[in-house]
């Protein structure tokens, strides 16, 4: 199946969707965005992602949206296209005006999305562990909001690709880990799960959110705390969350394996509960 676009309410096939090159978004990264999963035909955990892009909208004081709308369109595509196993894919930028930095007057958002179909990349990953790099975290103060700026990401995880890794995880000049590329990190340390607190550096991950409304419910010792590079050592198990990632174990860091180097029983755990929880979903 075609990947299905849609570009300020009309719809077209993705291989022809066009926007000006005096566009905001593709000229200055002047733009938000959000990336939701589809399983069974129904796009999960979509306030949540709603909710995150509003702020995101608002942080960058981008005006004159009707999300409810986009929203909207976004269904529609999925329909469209009778999508069930898929990513839907949501931007908007500040629009398109002659190049200059402050905000143009009177300028009309782009209102952009698609929907592809899913073709599972960490399938394998997800049963056998992943390599992991740690990179230095070179983003800006406000990675809190789900910008398009994305540049220290690239570069962090084309430099993990370069050293065989799935990932990198970021980290702060004292060393604080904050987040990987695309990606929340969680490290199971004296047998509580840890994972960095929300804050301006990092962003609050839909699947980190969930993951820790899980584990307290299986009953696994959860704590928002930071983890720093010195506590890599330590840990049990590593895992990273995330929309097309899911839970997916961390078995080395920068070739060193993590606990006994396979996949551990709070990852297994959380892994579960995560699949039982989309099988609710869908059959629902
Ligand atoms: N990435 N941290 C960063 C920097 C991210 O870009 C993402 C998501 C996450 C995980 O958030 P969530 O659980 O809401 O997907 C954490 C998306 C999927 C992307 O850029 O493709």
Redesign the pocket.
């Known amino acids: 199946m075609e990947p299905l676009a849609n570009i300020n309410g009309v719809s077209l096939p993705l291989s022809e969707a066009k926007v000006s090159a005096l566009d905001r978004g593709f000229l200055f990264g002047d733009a938000v ?3 939701l999963r589809v399983y069974g035909g129904k796009p999960w ?1 979509e306030d ?2 709603f909710r ?1 892009f509003e702020r995101s909208l608002a942080a960058i004081r981008i005006t004159g949206v009707d999300v409810g709308r986009l929203r909207q369109r976004m269904h529609e595509t999925i329909r469209a296209g009778d999508f069930r196993e898929a990513t839907t ?1 949501i931007q908007v930028t500040r629009g398109a005006a002659p190049r200059g930095h402050a905000f143009p007057a009177g300028t009309v958002p782009l209102e952009f999305l698609y929907v592809q179909e899913f073709r599972d990349p960490y399938a394998a990953a997800r049963e056998q562990g992943a390599a992991v790099v740690t990179q230095p975290d070179i983003r800006w103060d406000r ?1 809190d909001v ?1 910008s398009t700026n ?1 540049l220290a ?1 690239v570069l962090a995880m084309q430099a993990a690709k370069e050293a065989g890794g799935v990932e990198a995880l970021l980290y702060l000049p004292d060393g604080t880990l904050t ?6 990190f969680f490290g199971v340390l004296h047998g509580t799960v840890l994972t960095a607190p929300n804050s301006n550096a ?9 993951v820790l409304r899980l584990a307290a419910r299986a009953g696994v010792p959860v704590r928002e705390h930071v983890l720093r590079r010195d506590d890599l050592g330590q840990v049990s198990e590593l895992f990273l ?5 899911e839970v997916l174990p961390v078995t080395s860091v920068d070739g060193r394996p993590v606990g006994d180097g396979r996949p551990g029983p709070v990852a297994r755990r959380l892994q579960e509960a995560y699949r039982q929880a989309v099988r609710e979903f869908v059959g629902g």
């Open positions: 965005y959000e990336v955990l949540e992602h995150r894919y990675c789900k994305l990401n987040e990987g590329t695309h990606t929340s990092i962003l609050p991950g839909i699947t980190r959110g969930l969350t995330g929309t097309t990632s």
